[in-house]
């Protein structure tokens, strides 16, 4: 299906094509507007699952002082706790809680029940029928234990680059939800650093550079300090690139990369047909950009961006089932259970390190460790000031 505004194809003032290229700016970025639904609960809905690519309801919700809430669908929904502290029960836990960084998939009539805590903050993206969730189990996924997934030399989850820290949380083999097109869906917690000392792009500025050729992603920002601001490419994609105006990121605001597949432009490389779309930059001065986002279709974990590029995560009918796709399941899959289970004894009060998955936890624990201290020691070398950067991002204790 194509969207409003994403075929906007001339940045000529004036006349319809203005009107579609200002409506495309609209959709994507999106200001947070709360509503209370009550003294003490406030929501802003996002996305919706009949106008966006995704397919699903995107809310936020703020607890002002403890206050249960009811999630408006049970057809398979995936949250996450941005601060604070969140109590769920379901037809089978009785009682979990849920602290910052914590990432739950419900599956269909999971009938929860949620209370948060003062000053508790969360986002929840619910499917509009059952027939969207592919998963049938309760998962519940801590970053502290996604930050252990990792082999000797390479990282699984937890995902630290020159450019941004990526916590993956599902990915496209982990059974939550799927798209309107019956394709998994991937939900990361992710962190975009400060672009001082990244590759430059036309104008002369250090920025990120990223097309998502073939998918959509919504980045619901919760944590952005300093000046944050994106820019998208403007139809058709050529050389020179054409851009819209940059617009500020903030703690209240989400960027939708939204052309869907049926509204990019189309291109022959090779005798094949290719998509360019949702090509953007991102530039960050002193501070960072924290969010939540959705990849669609879901990323396998086996895809890398690569830096001073207009990287993207490729097309997922040639990763999946690759060699590289199934090397990485191999490492991967064995850490679901360990990170399964250590964070849902989190959550019920029990000791973690009292688990057989702990002895796992903590050697990948110390490959990721080892990872990150060779990709400082590699930064330092190019001598940009991205160690500097990173320093503070870099795994702590276990």
Known sequence: MAFPGVLAASPVAGGLENLLFSSHLMKTLIPNHWEHISERVAVAQILKHDVDPEGLDFTRVRFA????????????????VLGGVLELATVEYKALRLEAGTHVYLPPNSKPRLRGLAGTEMLHACAPSADRARGTKLLVRSDRFIAGCATPGRSLRWILTPQYLSRRAFLHHDQTLISPRGEPLSWFHTTMFDAHGLPENDEGS?????????????????????TAQVRVAVHPYSQPQQWGPWQPLSSEATYHLCEDIDAADWVSNNGEQQPRRNKHEVQIANGYVSLL???????????????????EYGDLAKVVGSAAHQEQLSRLIPFDAVVDSLSLAVAQGRDPAGLPEWAKYQEGLECQRSVEAALLENLRLEGHGREQILASWVLGGG
Request: hydrophobic share 20%; proline share 7%; charged share 20%.
């Open 206 to 226: 250090p920025v990120f550079k990223m097309s998502y050729n073939y998918r959509t992603e919504p980045n619901v920002c919760y944590d952005v300090q300093g």
């Open 293 to 311: 986002c959705m990849h669609n279709p879901g990323c396998t974990g086996a895809e890398r961006h690569s830096e001073g590029e207009y990287s």
């Open 65 to 80: 002082s403890g206050s249960d809430y009811q999630l408006p669908r049970d057809e398979g929904t995936l949250l996450s």
